[in-house]
């Protein structure tokens, strides 16, 4: 199956172990795959073997982020590298958050707080409409939202963490 045709991942640590595993699996899956690392030799041994891209990147660098072309998708396990992805495309009147799963209830381990109950309207209103220098907006990355709670809401970039390993 090809469920990710023509979709472009960019895979952080994926050299070795689990960054490689998904790497290889989103390119089985028909992914444009960019594999990133610190390590240049491992890394473009990687994407050769694999068959995808390779980008010698440090995501605590946000330098090393613009050097590279503008990526539809970011796929990583760490939070703070998540957020400022994020942050860098939160200009131009381009919308940003955070979603998590509504079963998802060991995240706040992760650093992600719980998200308001889908029946909590005010705090609904307040993360889609108030501007990013409001903590309880959207765009502040505060906040987490439900896939529920934002039903029918339009973002243009998202931190997807749905429990487990996938932040």
Aim: proline content about 3%; aromatic content about 8%; some cysteine.
């Amino acid at each position: 199956m090809q469920r990710l045709n023509a979709k472009t991942c960019v895979v952080t640590g994926a050299a070795r172990g689990i960054g490689r595993a998904i790497a290889a699996r989103f390119h089985r899956e028909g992914g444009i795959v960019i594999v990133t690392d610190l390590n240049e030799t491992a890394g473009a041994a990687t994407a050769a073997e694999i068959g995808c891209h390779f980008a010698k990147l440090d995501v605590r660098e946000e330098a090393d982020w613009f050097q590279m072309d503008e990526q539809p998708a970011w796929l990583t396990r760490d939070l703070v590298s998540a957020k400022a992805w994020l942050r860098h495309r939160r200009r131009g009147g381009r919308s940003v958050g955070m979603l998590t799963s509504s079963g998802a209830v060991r995240l706040v381990a992760d650093g992600v707080p719980l998200a308001p109950r889908s029946n909590e309207l005010e705090s609904i209103g307040h993360w889609f409409l108030k501007p990013y220098s409001d903590f309880r907006s959207a765009g502040a990355l505060e906040t987490p939202m439900s896939e529920f709670g934002c039903q029918g809401l339009e973002l243009d970039y998202v931190c997807l963490c749905w429990g487990g390993d996938l932040i």
